[in-house]
């Protein structure tokens, strides 16, 4: 890995930097791109577009990877529609690329397979953290999708994205901001989606944009409507165990809907953890804090202002037939407390 810093600084104009990037990536052979846990649209049209930009700086081996698995209906017709190729997480083609990269998520050890010790070369990120590092990092809790910070390389540079790589940055644009409507859409978002526009592949973004629900997060949703509890404004659900990460947040998007709800707070057990999910209608409220107050001591929690996640480790403590009453109680009872407030 390369140890000579090329980070810009928060206070750099956008048009500085796509170039450093580039200088990085050029004299280098090979690069891993590494996604978080069960990549999401932004993620995955962020990763292949770095991918395309390396190529352009000269890379020929770049391989893109991800941890966790591949299980939400509409992240596996994206890949299979625009025929990306990735595959899951290999330690030895880490350790064998010359450059690694983060996309849409900055930590090693948090919501991906590296170890915390590992060295990343590149992040490239929207979330909110406080300890991105790297040879590299562009970091824009600003932005509304990681995808429209690599279309902006896209833009500096005069490179043309293909209509497969514009049509991966759209649906990742839109999908992160839900249709433009989430309150961290930004108008870079918009611009972003104006350039795009001209190069992508309408027809996909629609059959995409149609492959959302799949029987798991139908059921899911039917569950944390039957089981939700309300204070006030405020939404606390459990969905019990669920086979599929992904429909938790789709889930907590779905109950923003419901009459006097704004805000949500969904979990349920996937694999060894309790997995949650926040999202607000509140402009006053901060549920990416709320989250991190709630559970930040008991696993990894955070997020922006409109949406937020936690993941609680179990370690174990619960058998897979085991009553899940005294989990879902506990943390019922944290989410509550963080919104005590607002009920």
Partial sequence: MSKTSTRPTATDDLTSRA?????????????AIVCHDDPDPDCLASAFGLKRLARHGGITDTGVLYGGGISHRQNWAMIDRLELDLRPYDPSAVRSADLVAFVDHSVPGRNNPLPETAEVDIVIDHHPVENASGVYVDHRPSAGATATIVTQYFRELGITPDERIATAL??????????????????????????????????????????????????????????????????????????????????????????????????????????????????????????????????????????????????????????????????????????????
């Fill in 170 to 343: 759209l649906f990742g644009i839109r999908r992160e901001t839900m249709d433009f409507v989430r309150r961290s859409t930004t108008l870079a978002e918009y611009s972003a989606a104006q350039y795009l526009h001209i190069f992508a592949d309408l027809d996909a973004i629609q059959v995409l944009s149609e492959s959302l629900f799949s029987g798991v997060t139908l059921d899911t949703i039917a569950r944390v409507i039957d089981s939700r509890e309300c204070r006030g404004s405020c939404l606390v659900s459990s969905a019990g165990r669920v086979p599929d990460r992904e429909a938790i947040p789709l889930a907590a998007d779905y109950l923003l809907n419901l009459d006097g709800t704004n805000t949500s707070v969904v979990f349920g057990v996937v694999d060894d953890a309790v997995e949650v999910s926040a999202r607000t209608l509140d402009s006053e409220v901060h549920v990416g804090g709320r989250l991190e107050l709630a559970f930040g001591e008991w696993g990894s929690a955070g997020g922006h202002r409109d949406m937020a996640g936690a993941s609680l480790p179990l370690d174990g403590a619960l058998d897979d037939d085991e009553d899940l009453g005294p989990v879902e109680d506990i943390v019922t009872r944290l989410a509550f407390d963080s919104l005590d407030d607002l009920t």
């Fill in 19 to 31: 170039e450093p990037l580039m200088e990085l990536l050029r004299g280098h052979d090979s690069l």
